[in-house]
C-alpha cells in the first residue's frame, strides 16, 4: 500500500523549472497578468473604465481618456522597471516559502538590487491582505508579540525596560482570530492590548452570536454578543473539550518562524505588513499553486505603493534591515 505524501498532497504544485518552462518570455509573463486582471471582464482602461481601447505589443490605448496604460497601471507594479518575468517568479515564491522569502534572496535570485528587492517585497505584501471580518465561527482569538529578546539589546534599551515587569514590555503587540470553519485567519498590528482594543478586533472579524474561545486573558470577558469559553493557561490548561486557541498559536508560530529564520528582525514600522503576507498566504494555503499565484497577482490591483510612502515616517521604530 503506498504511503501518502509529505505536506498538502491534495493540491497541485508547480515546481521551479516548470515556472521557467511556463514563463519562458517577457510576453508570456503579460499574456498572463492580462488574464489575471481582465481575462473575466474584458479589458478596459484603469483609469476611466472605457472598453474601447487598443493594444500594440505591450501596450494599451485608451479611446475614451486618450492615454496609454499597461498592464502595471493602477497596480502594485506601477512604474516598475522590474521585467514582468522576475515579477512573476517573485510570486511564485511569495505564495510557495511558508516562512516568506528576504529581500537577500530575491536580489540573488533575480538578479536585481537589494533595494529593488525590499520595495518589491513589501509591493507584494501589499497586496497580500488578510481576512477583513465577517467569520461564522467558531472563532479562536489570542494575541500575541514581537520584538526583540531583552539580553540581545543594548545596555541602554534594557536599562529603558529595566522595572516594566512583564517580558512584552517595548515589544509590538498582533491580535489574530482564526475561523474554525473556513480556516481563515484575520490579523493586526495593536497600539494597546487592554479590554476595549481586543474586543473591539474581535468584534469587527466575528459575527456576533457565534462561539468564541480565548484564552484566561481579563481583556476578552465581558462579550456578551458571543458564546464565550476561555482555557487557563496560567495553570497549564490548554486544551478542555473544543475550548483551545491551537489554531491561532499555530499561525503565531509559523510568523515567528519566518521573523527568527528568513528575516532576522522585524521593524514595528513595516510589521503590520509582514503580518498581512503570512495571514494571506495562509488563507490561500489549501489552494493549488496556479490559484495561489493567481489571487496574488488579482490582489495587487489597487494596491499603489510608493517608495517614498514606504520610507516615509510614520511614527513606528524603524532601524531593521528585511
Known amino acids: 500500500m503506498a504511503k501518502s505524501a509529505p505536506g ?3 493540491r497541485e504544485g508547480i515546481t521551479l523549472l516548470q515556472i521557467v518552462e511556463m514563463f519562458p518570455t517577457e510576453e508570456s509573463a503579460h499574456d498572463w497578468f492580462v488574464e489575471q486582471r481582465w481575462g473575466c471582464t474584458g479589458r478596459f482602461c484603469p483609469r476611466c473604465g472605457n472598453t474601447e481601447t487598443s493594444e500594440k505589443g505591450m501596450v494599451f490605448w485608451c479611446g475614451g481618456c486618450r492615454r496609454r496604460f499597461s498592464v502595471r497601471t493602477g497596480t502594485a507594479m506601477e512604474r516598475s522597471k522590474i521585467p514582468l518575468r522576475k515579477w512573476v517568479i517573485a510570486i511564485y515564491l511569495s505564495v510557495t516559502s511558508l516562512k516568506g522569502v528576504s529581500s537577500m534572496k530575491l536580489h540573488r535570485d533575480l ?5 529593488s528587492a525590499w520595495f518589491m517585497a513589501h509591493r507584494i505584501r501589499e497586496a497580500m491582505m488578510g481576512e477583513s471580518g465577517g467569520f461564522f465561527g467558531p472563532a479562536e482569538a489570542d494575541e500575541s ?16 525596560l529595566a522595572g516594566t ?3 512584552t514590555a517595548g515589544k509590538a ?3 489574530g482570530v482564526k475561523d474554525r470553519n473556513s480556516n481563515k485567519v484575520a490579523a ?5 492590548t487592554d479590554a476595549g482594543a481586543l474586543q473591539g478586533f474581535v468584534r469587527d472579524n466575528v459575527r456576533p452570536g457565534a462561539t468564541l474561545y480565548t484564552d484566561e486573558a481579563k481583556a476578552y470577558k465581558g462579550m456578551p ?4 469559553e476561555a482555557v487557563n493557561h496560567s495553570v497549564a490548561e490548554y486544551v478542555r473539550g473544543q475550548a483551545h486557541t491551537n489554531g491561532m498559536e499555530s499561525f503565531w508560530a509559523m510568523l515567528k518562524r ?23 498566504r495562509h488563507n490561500i494555503r489549501e489552494s493549488d499553486t496556479a490559484d495561489m499565484m493567481a489571487a496574488l497577482a488579482a490582489g495587487m490591483v489597487g494596491k499603489r505603493l510608493l517608495y517614498t510612502d514606504l520610507i516615509a515616517d510614520n511614527g513606528l521604530a524603524s532601524g531593521a534591515r528585511c
Open 8 to 10: 498538502k498532497a491534495h
Open 165 to 167: 515587569g512583564r517580558g
Open 258 to 280: 519566518g521573523y527568527a529564520g528568513t528575516f532576522h528582525k522585524l521593524s514595528h514600522k513595516h510589521l503590520q505588513r509582514y503580518v498581512n503576507e503570512f495571514a494571506g
Open 188 to 192: 493586526r498590528v495593536m497600539e494597546a
Open 111 to 115: 538578479g536585481i538590487t537589494q533595494k
Open 225 to 228: 454578543e458571543f458564546t464565550h
Open 173 to 175: 503587540a498582533v491580535a
Open 145 to 160: 508579540y514581537f520584538g526583540g529578546k531583552r539580553r540581545n539589546m543594548s545596555n541602554s534599551k534594557r536599562k529603558e
